[in-house]
């Protein structure tokens, strides 16, 4: 009691040594922010002492205590924040990234010193309140990412100072008002994403210093005002996906720091300035799907910095300037679907940079060019329906980059080069149909084990379809018809599964697909075709660290065509952030009661977007680390397909998850909920910072004190093997054991992954569209390569792998064991090679003591019986859990 007394005598006595004025705006203040903490949820305010100065987020004036910043971004807070308009200093005020809903409070109108205003991010519904117009002082208003609806209201104009307007990704319509082009201090201005529509002002930028010009994906009609190129200050203009018409003007070439320029998707006409020479800063320049027509004009090559120039669907004529070649940093020329004509441009070749070279769709009517790849990192070469004439050069084989390579519909002559099979990067296509082609088809083809489409249709080859065309692993579709091939058609799967069509037109073909069977000749070839091709594949995709293996579903390898073709996009280092527009969902649930409030779908989306929040890449999907705005962090997996396979299915899939999601053991991972948008389905798990198992046993960099750690791998391996037993007890199949897909929890209590896939996949349950079978490399059972199916006895092998990694800490394929080899006939052969079990396993763990020796010879044996090559002989997952369990035992 006397302590207490005392204590309040000392702080009445410390206030009192300020003025009295001073204390009763101090409580006011206060009262304020502790009724706002408590309506919106604020945490951390007042914890550790009353000076509500130095409560997180909140800046007061050095004079008098009043609160002139509040930051309250990514707090997840929800509410009514009306009662902050009573903190009358505040300048500088962030709500962004909550969730605020309801109208923006016509109060804050009251806020007089405001100078920053970010409400972005939230869901703030209504029209922007006219109140807002009062802010005098005002110098960034930051409206983007709401709800709101109606137009800009006319009262805002009073807003002189403001330098960055910010209401993109909104609701609103009407016209841009002609008074933004009066706010002579304005820098930023970006609307995208609305349904504006009207006149771009035709004042806008001529009395401020316009720096950036976002208007993209709304309907704004007429012409580009030349006043925003009056002061030649702007730096990025964007207004794709609008219905803009008119010339570019000329007077562009007055703004030397202008960067980007995107202005594809809309109804412009005329051709470029010729001033477009003049913007030295010019990097990107984006005016695709318009009608822009005359010749591309030379001038461009001035812009030593221009990186991506895409002027496809125009009606653009005449040749490539050969001074293209000065264009050094150039990665993307894309002129598809014009009417350009004469040689492939050897300048533009020579750029060392140069990633995507898109002339398609016009009429270059001259050869290919000897030195098509002589520097390039060319990956995108796509020649395709022009009139290129000659023959394909060997040297075409020089271009070791390629991701695809489109040559059809042209008239080339001559054979096929064998180089091309040297291209072993070459994935999306390889397109030469529709030429004049003739000779047989190079058995070298056979090597580019990463194709998914090879056309040859309509060409005049002859001879027999090679039968190393079977090293071609990831085919998905080929098309040989309208030829003169001759002989059987080679066994091989992507042959037999596909239609007849791709097939006809050659009058000695026969075998399946085709109704023309060859008698002897096919059956001897199908028998030997077990015992020699399988051995056969398994070397194959030994030697070339595929990661797929067998025949993979249409699905599975649409999903992965996908990845690849986002990762080579990636790879091109250009970002397309403008105007990819907000995805919109079409389903998504929370299963998990109690985390329904916790998980935002839109961050999920926002969260796969952005390639920093990249955790690792599987086979089937793409593993993202997403903040939700409660502070919940979630792992998320992105699957994706082509063909809008996901909305097709999303009925039958939403169902399977919901049977997944009831799904529950201790070592399988919990699906939390799942977010369908456009073809792409994420599943929301937990996220652990101990990462997966693969990174706890291989990655150095993730075990801080390394320490040698028996037990906890018993224990890893004991958890992973029940979580599968679990899985093969309600008869579910898992598609890809490996210890990549093993996660483990801060306990490191191991918890399987990927069992959707397996589930959503299920080539039993009809959701695959071929009878197949996938998993990782290294991992995959050696029967798999002949029965085409995955089964539970596979799995156990799988297991065996994981196993054998947790005892050996050496990964499932190493160089060091020797070509072809792979960890389990590493093991395996040890005895031939005289050595002892404990050359084999980590010398680290074995020789600490006898008792952990002695386990680990134990746990040795389980995992040389999981991976016995006959799959009869290995253990059922149940007996391989008893049977580590007892090695804890004794
Ligand atoms: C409380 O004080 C401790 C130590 O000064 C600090 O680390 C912590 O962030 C503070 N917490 C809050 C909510 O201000
Ligand atoms: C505190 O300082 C601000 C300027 O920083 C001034 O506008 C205000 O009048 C001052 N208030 C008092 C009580 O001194
Ligand atoms: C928020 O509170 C104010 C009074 O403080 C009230 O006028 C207003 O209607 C409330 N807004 C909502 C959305 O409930
Ligand atoms: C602004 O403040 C005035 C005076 O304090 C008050 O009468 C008015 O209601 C306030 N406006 C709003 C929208 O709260
Ligand atoms: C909102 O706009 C302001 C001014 O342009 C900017 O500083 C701020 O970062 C923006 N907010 C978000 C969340 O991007
Ligand atoms: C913009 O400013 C000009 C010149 O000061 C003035 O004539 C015009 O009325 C203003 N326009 C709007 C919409 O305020
Ligand atoms: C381009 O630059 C040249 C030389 O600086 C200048 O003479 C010409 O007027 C400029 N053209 C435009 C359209 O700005
Ligand atoms: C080209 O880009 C570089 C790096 O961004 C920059 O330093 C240089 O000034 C740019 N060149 C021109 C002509 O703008
Ligand atoms: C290519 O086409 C252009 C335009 O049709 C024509 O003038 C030119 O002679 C053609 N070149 C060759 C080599 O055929």
Redesign the pocket.
Known sequence: MALSSLFTTLLIGLLLSRSQLVIAQLSHDQTILVSVGKELGVSGWGLNSSDYCSWPGIGCSSNNSMVERLVLSHRGLQGNVTLISELKALKWLDLSYNNLDGSIPPAFGNLSRLEFLDLSANKFGSSIPIELGSLRNLRALNLSNNLLTGEIPDEL?GLENLQDFQIFTNRLIGSI???V??LTNLIVFTAYENGFSGKIPD?LGL?SELQLLNLHSNQLEGSIPESIFSTGKLEFLVLTLNQLAGNLPELIGNCRGLSSIRIGNNKFIGSIPKAIGNVSSLTYFEADNNNLSGEIVSEFSQCSNLTLLNLASNGFTGTIPPEFGQLTNLQEFIVSGNSLFGEIPTSILRSKNLNKLDLSNNRFNGTIPETICNTSRLQYLLLGQNSIRGDIPHQIGDCVKLLELQMGSNYLTGSIPPEIGHIKNLQIALNLSFNHLHGVLPPDLGRLDKLVSLDVSNNQLTGNIPLALKGMLSLIEVNFSNNQFTGPIPTFVPFQKSLNSSFLGNKGLCGEPLSYSCGNLNGSDHKSYHHKVSYRIILIVIGSGLAVFVSVTVVVLLFMMRERQEKAAKAAGISDDGTSSRPSIIAGNVFVENLRQAIEFDAVVKATLKDSNKISCGTFSTVYKADMPSGMILSVKRLRSMDRTIVHHQNKMIRELERLSKLSHDHLMRLIGYVIYEDVALLLHDYFLNGTLAQYLHDSTKQPDCKPDWPTRLSIAIGVAEGLAFLHHLAIIHLDISSGNIVLDSNFKPLVGEVEISKLLDPSRGTASISAVAGSFGYIPPEYAYTMQVTAPGNVYSYGVVLLEILTTRLPVEEAFGEGIDLVRWVHSAPGRGETPEQILDVRLSTVSFAWRKEMLAALKVALLCTDNTPARRPKMKKVVEMLQEITQT
């Open positions: 104009e008002p002609m008074w082009g009066n004042n009395v």
